[in-house]
């Protein structure tokens, strides 16, 4: 049979009957995390290597994204579309009748597109209880499935992608997917880069607003890499990527209504070897919406109900006192707690919350710098760094208009800043930063492989130094390791 439907459970609301389904290899994360049985019967293709999940809830145009996917070229291996449609035990009528509606749709349209090299699976949940329901919970009961296939052809090491209902994907999207985890074995995960589209928006607040947002988006991923944070990458749930075997390692997606991706990815870059695929390009939807209390919709909506003619974000200072503490990791690591330098607020900073106590603690339990880098990072992750900007935004530097932030931090990494075009300063930005993303043209204070920051895999890609001496303002070590040549 190509393609089916399977007709979920009401998570802890009202419930129905699942059935049993046998694996031919059940994994320990599977017994321990999935929530509901296998909900595929069909038997998966042999040459199953690639899995792609679309969480949907009350989207009216899922079929176009679905289109996309069918019109790629075909990966070496099989792969399969798993779409979630999903809903609450809350949820009003028109909603029950969109996802209802999107489901027939949906059947009808699988039935007209049929490949065995390319499948597509309906999973309905139309009743989740109203604790769990959302986003992260339907990316992780598809994840899941997808988890279940894999092992039932014995295939642990496949391919999961994560896109989302609104989205639309180049043709190479599949092949690309399978291309840059065959160049890349030892990486747990991808992101994948993303351009929202701008042609479209008619409405001329909206489309500053869409401009200024994604600027933001990778302004904020330089300015963490200006200051040496060997993890900062894009988590965007619609443009990722992750292997089976570390996808099970580190529990799984989440149940999060909001921020799933931000915390799931963050678990996967921290292992180490984590890459960017820039060969295609997701186009994720710009719209506004409520649905979540954080992300591109939400900014979009708080941008245009407001008024001011400003977006404003994180000054470049802050990244650049943060600087200041990551390029003396050789101080931190000789016994040094606060080594002279530090930007006054990155001090007091430390000191709040207990800085040299748990430096003290990380170097008990390590014998080299490798592992006192990798105890650091594993600490002074992406969640104590934001606290850092918001506590420095709080009590130093104030935000600054988008724009000035983004043209000071091309300079501060020697990147060429596009002319100033008056009226089109946003666009210009923009389009300047995504051409240096799709580079790969990055920057860092100092050698990363010096310090535990680079994958055993990665230390004979060239571009990186391997000595212990720390560079204060030379931007001279290229940051490739992690990015597709």
């Known amino acids: 049979m190509m393609g089916s439907e399977c007709l979920g459970a009401g998570l802890y609301g009202n419930d129905l009957n699942l059935g049993t389904m046998r694996m031919t290899a059940a994994s320990t994360y599977l017994q321990r995390h999935q929530l509901v049985p296998a909900q595929i019967a069909d038997a998966p293709s042999p040459r199953l290597g690639l899995s792609v999940v679309i969480p949907c809830h009350n989207e009216p145009d899922l079929l176009t994204t679905l289109s996309d996917l069918w019109g790629c070229k075909r990966a070496f291996c099989d ?15 028109a909603v029950r009748r969109r996802n209802r509606d999107t489901r027939r749709e949906t059947l009808a349209w699988v039935k007209e597109h049929r490949d065995p090299r390319l499948l597509f699976h309906v999973l309905y949940f139309p009743s989740l209880a109203r604790r769990h ?9 598809g994840m899941d499935e997808a988890v279940a296939r894999f092992h039932r052809v014995g295939k642990a090491g496949g391919i999961i992608a994560s896109l989302d209902a609104d989205c639309r994907c180049q043709p190479n999207y599949l092949v690309s997917l399978w291309e840059h985890f065959q160049r890349n074995p030892k990486s747990p995960g991808c992101a994948i880069h993303f351009e929202h589209p701008l042609e479209g928006l008619k409405d001329t607040r909206m489309r500053r607003g869409m401009v200024r947002y994604e600027l933001y988006l990778r302004y904020f991923v330089h300015g963490m890499r200006h200051a040496g944070f060997p993890h900062a990458y894009q988590t965007v749930g619609s443009c990722m990527a992750v292997r089976s075997p570390y996808y099970e390692k580190r529990g799984g997606m989440n149940r999060r209504q909001a921020g ?17 695929l820039t060969r ?16 591109t919709g939400k900014a979009l909506a708080v941008w245009l109900e407001g008024e001011d003619s400003n977006f404003w974000v994180y000054a470049p200072q802050v990244f650049l006192d943060l600087r200041t503490l990551f390029e003396r990791m050789p101080q931190l690591y000789a016994g040094i707690d606060y080594p002279n330098g530090l930007a006054p607020t990155v001090l007091a900073f430390l000191k709040d919350i207990g800085f040299a106590e748990r430096l003290a603690e990380i170097r008990a339990n390590t014998a080299t710098s490798t592992t006192f880098a990798k105890r650091f990072w594993h600490w ?51 389009d300047q930063y995504r051409q240096v993303d799709r580079q790969g043209r990055y920057f860092t204070p100092a050698s990363p492989a010096a310090w535990g920051l680079v994958h055993p895999a990665d230390r004979s890609v060239a571009g990186w130094q391997k000595s212990t001496a720390p560079v204060a303002q030379d931007n001279s070590y290229l940051h490739r390791q992690n990015k597709e040549g």
Not at 260 to 276: A, M, N, R, V
């Open 380 to 430: 002074f992750n992406a969640f104590r760094i934001l606290k850092f900007v918001h506590y420095a935004t709080r009590q130093v530097h104030p935000k600054v208009p988008v724009e000035a932030a983004a043209r000071s931090m091309l300079g501060l990494r020697q990147l060429p800043p596009p002319p100033y075009q008056v009226g089109l300063e946003s666009e210009a930005l923009l």
């Open 280 to 295: 295609t390009t997701v186009t994720p939807a710009a719209r506004p919406s409520h649905r979540v209390p954080f992300g």
């Open 133 to 141: 329901a959302g986003v992260g919970l339907a990316r992780k009961l």
């Open 79 to 93: 792969a399969e579309i798993l779409i979630v449609i999903n809903g609450s035990e809350v949820d009003g009528e």
């Open 260 to 276: 799933e991706d931000f915390y799931f990815l963050h678990k996967i870059i921290s292992l180490g070897g984590f890459t960017e």
